[in-house]
């Protein structure tokens, strides 16, 4: 029996890839409720970059741990207003870099830059200590290591506190942050077709669509309603770090894609009964 939403609403929150969303979401016979929660927001002016690639370029760090392609891609973009992008490259590769999954990962591979560490999936934090701890060797390698890390739209204090538990300098470099979306119409009708319990599935691939999606809520006083009309429908989250955001706010999640990819997760859901 081939997958199928079987015309049921399912409420997107995807940004830059919701058309593509929507189209599998229709593929799958459902239909697509498109309420992006996010917009990104380069930081143009960023002296944390700046200062974090004049470091680089004096050799300064023993680790740079790279949090996501698009991230890293921003951060080229930033320092390379002041400093020439060869220059920049080549002190990243005279350094041991990590990266938490298979986008920064190819990012520095079309740099041509060796990685010394890749965080296996899911690709959360949890992941990247792990491999950090076999590859550096805990109460050892970590003892006054100088680390940079790119953050990826929010902090990610987990990660910062146990570096910095095992001996670690820590040095964040925010790139880029989440911003709620200039027009806020779609959102503010998902949240109220859900608070209807008109959404027959919600699907989440960042736990900031999470955090968007109820600070809408709350402004618009149906925070209650919402929490209610999403225990009703089928809640599909993306991957262990987007379900710890969905739990935080007493979400229930009814099932994580076997991989952390949108494929997966649009299959998947459609292959869930409904509720």
């Known amino acids: 029996m081939n997958p199928s939403f079987e015309n049921r ?12 969303m929507a189209a599998l979401v229709t593929n799958y016979g459902g239909r697509p409720v498109s309420a992006p929660a996010l917009k990104e927001v380069p930081l143009d002016s960023n002296p944390e970059a ?29 320092v390379e207003r002041v ?20 986008k920064p990962l190819a990012v520095m591979r079309e740099l ?3 990685v010394a560490v890749v965080a296996p999936e899911p690709n959360t934090w949890r992941e990247l200590l792990a491999a950090l701890d076999a590859f550096f060797v805990v109460g050892a390698g970590f003892s006054r290591l100088n680390i940079a890390v790119q953050e990826y739209g929010v902090p990610n204090p987990d990660l910062i506190e146990g570096l910095e538990e095992r001996g670690a300098q820590v040095t964040r470099v925010p790139v880029y942050r989440w911003a709620l979306p200039d027009d806020l119409a779609p959102l503010e009708a998902g949240v109220s077709a859900a608070a209807r319990g008109e959404i ?25 309603a919402l929490r209610r009309g999403l ?38 859901a459609a292959e869930r009964p409904r509720k």
């Open 50 to 78: 700046l200062a974090f690639a004049e470091r680089l370029l004096r050799d300064e760090f023993d680790l740079v741990v790279l949090l996501t392609g698009v991230g890293t891609r921003a951060l080229l973009e930033v």
């Open 231 to 268: 225990s009703r429908a089928v809640v599909a989250s993306i991957g262990p770090t987007t379900s710890e955001q969905l739990r935080e706010h007493d979400v229930h999640i009814d099932l994580e894609a076997s991989h952390p990819k949108m494929g997966f997760l649009v299959r998947e």
């Open 112 to 114: 041509q830059v060796p």
């Open 9 to 20: 609403a399912v409420l997107i929150l995807e940004s830059r890839r919701s058309k593509e």
């Open 83 to 102: 400093h020439p992008r060869e220059r920049f490259v080549a002190a990243l590769a005279r350094t041991k870099v990590a990266v938490r999954g298979p």
């Open 200 to 224: 027959d599935v919600a699907l989440f691939t960042t736990g900031m669509q999470v955090v968007h999606l109820f600070q809408v809520a709350t402004s618009m006083g149906q925070e209650a």
